[in-house]
């Protein structure tokens, strides 16, 4: 791969999104670039340390990428301890840990998301194996934060706009998850969604958790409802903290199905456009977009499974994004059950983009440049990065 070629591709719609005008600057000097490439370049890569045997299910897995195409995400070493490292766009990698972060077996340091400052957020493991949220500024230094109330698992925070502000999810001492927003000056709104469940999974139920921010403060999610079924719902909330609840039309109502799914992050724009999967009443994946004024449009990616358990989407931690054109990347659960990585254009059309090898494939993110970051297990079930570049 000529690394010229993929800064260059990585370039495209570099301008940071403060708030709408922004937006549309950076929208307009995308368009005559991205706003409907569909050729598309991939490139994998290992972090520095990651352990590559055959066999030993570790390596390198992405978590989220910005404007500017920087990808931030985890590494596992032969010792299985987690590392975070960032990954510059001209291939650089850069790798880190929290200084507060234990350093052993299934612990240590798991970025969520990059911003388009190079802010990361994510979480680090103590002695205890509680979890712990932490952000990371440009210049590498640290902050590490709990929601009050937290207990059992701790903290996992999610997403991380421009201003800061970080959104995710949490359990109290009795094992019940909680959503909460952290605001950029170190407060924060911990709460219920109304109506979700409030057991824990000795009984199924995964309460809710928030999965973005914009640069509004409006923010995106999903629960499980208090009913029999531990039906999924996606919700809003606004920067005011009221909610809004939403379902899929064609969502079913039985047990484990709905909108959403745990784990299932749903993408959010800078406009309010949402998009994520839901489940049928066959217990069939599809995917959805939702509009700022409530109308839906559903999708399924090509080559997508249609019997019950397959589809565009899976049962759980299936993440779905979207950038501010439209453009959406997600997984579908093939006839074989296998997980690959689409992206589906503004006009519709939608591509498979697994690298070369992958028998798993799932992504981390999308940017304006139409630029997909994922990570990928091969046949050795060795675990690589991978970042798709489309360009004209």
């Not at 019940?176 to 950029?184: I, K, Y």
């Not at 409530?294 to 249609?306: C, H, I, L, M, V």
């Not at 993440?319 to 439209?326: C, M, Q, T």
């Amino acid at each position: 791969m000529d690394i010229h070629k993929s800064v260059f591709c990585g370039r495209v719609g570099r301008q940071r999104k403060a708030k709408a005008a922004a937006t549309v600057l950076l929208s307009a000097l995308c368009l005559s670039s991205v706003a409907h490439a569909q050729k598309t370049q991939i490139i994998t890569f290992d972090a520095p340390g990651a352990d590559i045997t055959p066999g030993d299910n570790n390596g390198t897995y992405a978590s989220g990428i910005n404007a500017e195409g920087a990808i931030t995400g985890t590494l596992q070493d032969s010792g299985n301890a987690f590392h975070g490292y960032l990954r510059s766009p001209n291939g650089k990698i850069t790798t880190f840990d929290v200084p507060a972060a234990f350093i052993g077996p299934y612990s240590g340091t798991s970025p969520s998301e990059i911003n388009d400052r190079g802010e990361i957020t994510g979480y680090y493991s103590d002695a205890n194996g509680v979890d712990h949220g932490f952000l990371r500024s440009p210049d590498g230094s640290f902050k590490t934060f709990d929601p009050p109330g937290v207990g059992g698992y701790g903290v996992v925070p999610i997403a991380i706009n421009l201003e800061g502000a970080v959104v995710g999810y949490y359990t109290d001492a009795n094992f019940t998850f909680h959503s909460f927003v952290r605001h950029p000056d170190g407060t924060f709104a911990a709460f219920l969604v109304p109506g979700q469940c409030t057991g824990n999974y000795t009984v199924g139920c995964y309460g809710s958790e928030l999965s973005n921010i914009n640069d509004f403060g409006l923010s995106v999610g999903n629960y499980m409802d208090n009913s029999p079924n531990l039906v999924q719902h996606g919700y809003i909330r606004q920067a005011d903290g009221s909610f809004t609840s939403y379902e899929e039309p064609k969502a079913g109502t039985g047990a484990g199905q709905g909108t959403g799914c745990p784990g299932c992050f749903a993408g959010l724009n800078q406009f309010g456009v949402i998009a994520g999967i839901y489940t049928d009443a066959n217990n069939v994946y599809h995917g959805y977009i939702r509009t700022p004024d409530g109308k839906f449009t559903s999708f399924d990616a090509p080559g997508a499974g249609t019997a019950q358990y397959t589809g565009t989407g899976c049962g759980s931690d299936c993440p779905v994004y979207i950038n501010n054109w439209g453009s959406i990347s997600g997984v579908y659960t093939d006839a074989n059950g296998v997980y690959n990585t689409y992206l589906r254009y503004p006009n519709g059309k939608t591509v498979t983009v697994d690298p070369k090898g992958s028998i798993f494939a799932v992504p981390a993110g999308i940017n304006d440049a139409e630029t997909v970051a994922g990570y990928y297990a091969d046949a050795n079930g060795v675990y690589h990065g991978f970042v798709v570049l489309s360009c004209n």
